[in-house]
């Protein structure tokens, strides 16, 4: 069981810190030359991933891009046109298969006049070895709501009850479209130290978001889609520095050099001052700065930056 100590351990974790064994050990999950079409429209385009044990891959991609289908084809829930998905290695509508997964979907749809509890009770009944009550209610912080009927609860607290419902088998794989969707800050960090945590009993997550700040702050991998294919993959440092070949990084500092000098070092794509703070952008930051330091002693509070995901994503998934 996860505690609370574990949960604060891997709260204080560093981003840079995350990493997952790169075993060959089978994936847990995979589509596998995926194309699904609705009639002329084609959602997934050849699409390949596949999750790692113990990894939280986040999927990316704007409106449309495939996320939701790529999930829906894993779950068994619609068929590829072509190309295969495979959970725990099984056809995904197989029985044993589906005992061992767990899912939010942005569609959920379940009775408002049931409670809380009652929801509980009843998908606990569908899994072999689901966790204690209290335990679903502690990890997805239904306290005090329990006895509350589903339709009278905030759209935050409806959210937090579908993760309780989605972790409430154990499950080894645990899919969450969207699931911070309507939550305040503090909900949303909450529910980032409990995946956490889950990733942290050895559990598979696939999470999508179009908060890119949570796929940052939680994958261990980010697969970015766009048109049903994949457009980039990697961690969230290798995307944004992926981007940054792209975008260039910002230099900031004090200094006195001109602007006609900053605009003639190498390869330097944007010279900018807001007060006595001198921005610039540039592919080969290293070799400005030095260049720089070289030519101004006086060079001060240097600070250099890579592209926010935000940005790195625009730049993949533009076009
Ligand atoms: N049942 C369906 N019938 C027809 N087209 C569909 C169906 N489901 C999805 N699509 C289309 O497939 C494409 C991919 O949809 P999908 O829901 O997977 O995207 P998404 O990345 O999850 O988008 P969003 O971020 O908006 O949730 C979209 O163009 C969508 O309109």
């Known amino acids: 069981m996860a505690s609370v100590q574990a949960v604060q351990t891997m709260d204080s974790v560093d981003t840079a810190a995350r990493t997952v064994e790169s075993s060959p050990r089978p994936a847990v999950a995979a589509l596998t030359g995926v194309t699904k079409r609705y009639g002329a429209m084609t959602a997934l385009d050849g699409i390949s991933l596949s999750l790692r044990p113990g990894e939280v891959l986040a999927l990316l991609g704007p409106n449309g891009a495939g996320k939701s289908t790529s999930i829906r084809c894993l779950l068994g829930l619609i068929a590829p046109t072509s190309g295969t998905a495979r959970v725990f290695g099984q056809d995904p509508r197989n029985a044993s298969a589906r ?30 070895q689901p966790l204690p009550v209290a335990e679903i209610v502690r990890i997805a912080g239904l306290e005090g709501i329990e006895d509350r009927q589903f339709g009278a609860l905030s759209g935050g607290q409806k959210q937090r009850v579908l993760f309780g419902l989605a972790v409430a088998g154990d499950p080894d794989l645990i899919f969450l479209d969207e699931p911070t969707v309507g939550m305040d800050i503090e909900a949303r960090r909450g529910l980032w130290a409990q995946i956490r945590a889950l990733a942290a009993r050895g559990k598979t997550v696939l999470l999508t978001t179009h908060y890119l700040e949570e796929a940052d702050a ?14 980039s993959e990697g961690t969230p440092a290798e995307i944004k520095s992926q981007a940054s070949g792209a975008l260039g990084r910002k230099i900031r ?27 610039v952008t540039s592919v080969r ?19 250099i930056t890579s592209p926010a995901l935000e940005d790195a994503f625009l730049e993949i998934t533009k076009g």
């Not at 900053?262 to 921005?279: E, I, K, N």
């Open 253 to 279: 500092c004090h200094t006195g050099l001109s602007d006609e000098t900053l605009w003639s070092l190498d390869s330097v794509t944007a010279v900018a001052r807001q007060g006595d703070v001198v921005t």
């Open 99 to 128: 005992a061992r997964i767990g899912a939010m979907l942005q569609v959920a749809r379940i009775p408002e006049a049931i409670k809380v509890k009652e929801h509980i009770d009843l998908f606990r009944s569908y899994y072999p």
């Open 218 to 231: 939680l994958a261990h991998r980010v697969v970015v889609l766009n048109k049903g294919r994949v457009v």
């Open 285 to 303: 930051a290293e070799a400005v700065v030095r260049e720089m330091l070289r030519r101004d002693e006086g060079l001060a509070n240097l600070e």
